[in-house]
């Protein structure tokens, strides 16, 4: 019972900081730091080409409203 309560104590905590916190705070560097670690290595055009193919060719969804009565 006492081990139990000691690991929610350390655990939760944990998980509560890195979900609202940490998570943000390091998507917020890691993501356009390797899109920049792309565009070195790709060169300007060819990641130009490759960013605009990709926001291109998003399918467009139709939602439908499927309630039967």
């Given at each position: 019972m006492?081990?139990?309560?000691?690991?929610?104590?350390?655990?939760?905590?944990f998980?509560?900081?890195y979900?609202y916190?940490?998570?943000?705070?390091?998507?917020?560097?890691?993501?356009?730091?390797?899109?920049?670690?792309?565009?070195?290595?790709?060169?300007?055009?060819?990641?130009?080409?490759?960013?605009?193919?990709?926001?291109?060719?998003?399918?467009?969804?139709?939602?439908?409203n499927?309630?039967?009565?």
């Amino acid at each position: 019972m006492l081990q139990r309560f000691i690991g929610y104590v350390l655990f939760v905590p944990f998980i509560i900081f890195y979900s609202y916190v940490l998570g943000p705070v390091l998507k917020a560097f890691l993501v356009p730091g390797g899109l920049a670690i792309l565009f070195f290595i790709l060169g300007p055009e060819a990641f130009l080409f490759h960013w605009r193919n990709a926001r291109n060719d998003q399918p467009v969804v139709a939602v439908t409203n499927n309630i039967s009565g």
